[in-house]
């Protein structure tokens, strides 16, 4: 955040953030904070979005909010240039399953607020994707192979 940086998924350049963005708590795996009577927690997974993805876990709301490890409505976003991993987004959405239940409202980074079963939902259509590369990986097949759609069918 405090170093110039680009997004190649956009094709994009990134600021650095002004002085005064800047996080005044920082962590490295996990931290807990009260705000009253709610504890709120930050919680570090493993390369998904970016290498440095927290989730934030509101014990007494049941709320947990993923940021963009978890995009309701869309296929993720993984930003190889800081970190981010297919395989960790996979994991991150387990990580959450684990830390919901039922009752917990899960915050994606875009789109409207979900649940566990939404998320396992997701989650298992991003392990599909992966499922059905591997078998075509293992077939030989690669990004240079032609489609119909590259010969207008």
């Not at 002004?18 to 570090?44: C, N, W, Y």
């Not at 309701?72 to 959405?93: E, F, L, Q």
């Amino acid at each position: 955040m405090s170093v110039d940086g680009f997004v190649a998924v956009f094709a994009s350049p990134q600021p650095a953030s002004k002085p005064q963005a800047l996080p005044i708590v920082t962590f490295a795996r996990d931290v807990a904070l009260h705000l009253g009577d709610e504890e709120i927690s930050m919680v570090h997974v493993a390369a998904a979005h970016t290498d440095g993805d927290s989730f934030v876990r509101f014990r007494k709301a049941n709320a947990l909010h993923m940021g963009d490890c978890y995009l309701k409505d869309s296929y993720p976003v993984i930003d190889y240039n800081n970190g981010g991993t297919y395989t960790g987004t996979i994991a991150a959405a387990d990580t959450a399953i684990e830390m919901a239940d039922a009752a917990t409202r899960i915050i994606p980074g875009h789109g409207a607020v979900s649940n566990e079963r939404e998320l396992g939902e997701w989650r298992g259509m991003l392990a599909g994707i992966l499922d059905r590369v591997k078998a075509l990986v293992a077939e030989g097949k690669s990004l240079g192979v032609s489609s119909p759609l590259q010969h207008g069918a």
